[in-house]
């Protein structure tokens, strides 16, 4: 078709194969083109697009207007946003409302796995999502901590209300029993609780659910798994050759119960040092990223070792983390990698039923 006589057909026929990410359909087809307006050479399109997505809003914006730059050289194209409410469905039989559950698991304690989980949910949050943060770690639980919050969770009309810090809904069984206490968990117990915790907490509808697990076993997982469908599992690992091993055993674990692996986060990856700001590979570099790859698991990212992190753990302001600007690039990057491969999986197997094509 020839550049000078763009018409409007020719646009929506355009923008009928852009997909959403959250979903991997077409935007038209879902209806998220909100407005669209054609003078002479200059378009302007308002796209809609879901808080889950928040994180890709920006490179979602590039890639429309290159992709409608390339069928349409001479355009001037404008890509604005807005929100496109899209409710999510009821999940698994306690219907959870949460468009994605992600677990995130270590295969042994002490790598970072409960400050990962909080850094996702801080990073999701911050970028606009709808984010609840469950710590089923009941064995350590360190989501209330992190978080500075140790308030008792209200009960109204017969639920749980979250305890909410910097827009996260919470839930912890530290919350429920006094700090420092150790709890006893046997398996129906452990599945009795977890039960409670997921259907009796009033998440209210959540882009992403975040679920801090216990290192190394597999029954919470699999408890999870049986009572609300799980996207998947997010692993922490060190650089270390055995805490690698553990990686790749936690992975194993999660391949053998059907729980997906989403990807693996190597924290504590380097010290860079404060005042040289040389970096120095204490544990060795680049074997997670290398473990991933043979595992063929997405890596998503790493995460220096920084005082400045531990000492806002420590101090329960987690979320502070975001505001250190040497973390924070990496800390972004978990999050947009993770929230890129999730929306590349739906582009790859789309969820919900085709529409007829309109326009
Ligand atoms: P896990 O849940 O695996 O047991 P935590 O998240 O509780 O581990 O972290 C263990 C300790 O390491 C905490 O004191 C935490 O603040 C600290 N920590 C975690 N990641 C980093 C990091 N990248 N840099 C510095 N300290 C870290």
């Known amino acids: 078709m020839p550049d000078d006589n763009i018409t409007e057909v020719a646009v929506r026929a355009a923008l009928a194969k852009f997909q959403d990410p959250e979903t991997g359909r077409s935007i038209v087809q879902l209806e998220q083109v909100h407005a669209l307006r054609l003078e002479g050479q200059r378009l302007t399109i308002t796209l809609g697009l879901t808080t889950w997505a928040a994180p890709l809003w920006e490179a979602t914006r590039a890639e429309l207007a290159a992709h409608l730059s390339r069928q349409f050289p001479n355009l001037q194209v404008t890509v604005e946003l807005a929100v496109h409410q899209r409710k999510p469905e009821k999940l698994g039989e306690i219907g959870l409302a949460a468009k994605s559950v992600i677990a ?14 909080a850094y996702l949910a801080c990073g999701l949050r911050r970028a606009g999502c709808t984010v609840g943060l469950m710590d089923a770690d009941v064995y350590g639980p360190s989501i209330p901590h992190l978080f500075g919050s140790h308030r008792q969770p209200e009960i109204y009309e017969d639920r749980i ?22 709890v006893i968990w046997r398996g129906p117990m ?7 915790f997921l259907r009796d907490t009033a998440w209210g509808e959540l882009d992403y659910l975040i679920v801090d697990l216990p290192p190394g076993t597999g029954d919470v997982a699999l408890s999870l ?29 999660f391949r053998k119960v059907s729980v997906d692996v989403l990807g693996m986060v190597e924290n504590m990856s380097c010290f860079v040092c404060p005042d040289c700001h040389r970096r120095h590979d ?29 000492l806002l753990g420590d101090e329960g302001k987690v979320a502070a983390a975001f505001e250190q600007p040497q973390a924070r690039p ?29 326009g």
């Open 104 to 117: 995130v698991a270590a295969g042994k304690g002490g790598v970072g796995k409960s400050s990962v989980a």
């Open 161 to 182: 209300q979250p305890v909410v810090v910097e827009g996260i809904r919470l839930m912890s069984m530290g919350f429920l029993a006094p700090e420092g206490e150790a």
């Open 190 to 196: 452990l599945h009795t609780a977890l039960t409670q």
């Open 225 to 253: 798994s049986q009572l609300a469908p799980l996207t998947g599992a997010v692993i922490v690992c060190t650089p270390q050759v055995v805490a690698l091993l553990d990686a790749v055993k936690a992975i194993a674990m």
């Open 282 to 310: 204490i544990f060795g570099s680049g074997g997670a990223k290398r473990r991933a790859a043979e595992l063929d698991v997405p890596f998503l990212g790493e995460i220096p070792i920084y005082t400045e992190l531990r």
């Open 330 to 358: 990496y800390l972004e990057a978990i999050c947009r990698n993770l929230v890129a491969d999730l929306a590349a999986r739906q582009r790859a197997h789309p969820t919900l039923p085709t529409l007829p094509i309109l």
